[in-house]
T-cell receptor, first 114, second 118 residues
Framework: AQSVTQLDSHVSVSEGTPVLLRCNYS??????LFWYVQHPNKGLQLLLK??????LVKGINGFEAEFKKSETSFHLTKPSAHMSDAAEYFC????????????FGAGTQVVVTP | DTGVSQDPRHKITKRGQNVTFRCDPI?????LYWYRQTLGQGPEFLTY????????KSRLLSDRFSAERPKGSFSTLEIQRTEQGDSAMYLC????????????????FGNGTRLTVT
């Protein structure tokens, strides 16, 4: 069975400072992991994905995430937050055992202050 | 790639009424998913199709819910005898996963249909 835990429900950062969103997963098989962003009244947009290639994955808008198997983590980072990064972020896991069902975390709400 | 489109964007209905939502996936995508999202929660899996075949339904999907994907193109999600607890955002997504790659092909989401049951 697969599951995903986002360790922070809310994160507040100042514009220009680093962002860290934490995600831990559980999977019986080698997982695929994704981060999605959801702006208010918008659909979910893919930020990046890990599918067993390089462990450091670069995504859109300056975000990146590192897959750490030993820690079962897939944390999302950005060196310098922008006001437009204010949104909800979801960590997602999928694996062969899940028959294509993608399991979402509860989400992390990011607030960016000037 | 025109993206995934969902109709309507918003639906307000009275308790006990039936509602139907439509999803048009990205044209070359063979997998189509329905998720439900309530305020402050992550999307929850409801059901998915591979072409026209409905492969799995979540236990969240009571007998009042039914989904179809005729001819493997668009899909509809119908809720009969709506209840206030059905109020949520209903999200549709599609992906191009084939063979053993279905679990690492990312989902492409529509903007959702927000249902309010009064």
């Amino acid at each position: 069975a697969q599951s995903v835990t986002q360790l922070d429900s809310h994160v507040s950062v100042s514009e220009g400072t680093p962002v860290l969103l934490r995600c831990n997963y559980s999977s019986s098989y080698s997982p695929s992991l994704f981060w999605y962003v959801q702006h208010p009244n918008k659909g979910l947009q893919l930020l990046l994905k890990y599918t067993s290639a390089a462990t450091l994955v670069k995504g859109i808008n300056g975000f990146e995430a590192e897959f750490k198997k030993s820690e079962t983590s897939f944390h999302l980072t950005k060196p310098s937050a922008h006001m437009s990064d204010a949104a909800e972020y979801f960590c997602v896991v999928s694996d062969r055992d899940s028959w294509g069902k993608f399991q979402f975390g509860a989400g992390t709400q990011v607030v960016v202050t000037p | 790639d025109t993206g995934v489109s969902q109709d309507p964007r918003h639906k307000i209905t009275k308790r006990g009424q039936n509602v139907t939502f439509r999803c048009d996936p990205i044209s070359e995508h063979n997998r189509l998913y329905w998720y439900r999202q309530t305020l402050g929660q992550g999307p929850e899996f409801l059901t998915y199709f591979q072409n026209e075949a409905q492969l799995e339904k979540s236990r969240l999907l009571s007998d009042r819910f039914s989904a179809e994907r005729p001819k493997g193109s668009f899909s509809t999600l119908e809720i009969q005898r709506t209840e206030q607890g059905d109020s949520a955002m209903y999200l549709c997504a599609s992906s191009s996963g084939t063979g053993g790659s279905f679990y690492n092909s990312p989902l492409h989401f529509g903007n959702g249909t927000r249902l309010t049951v009064t």
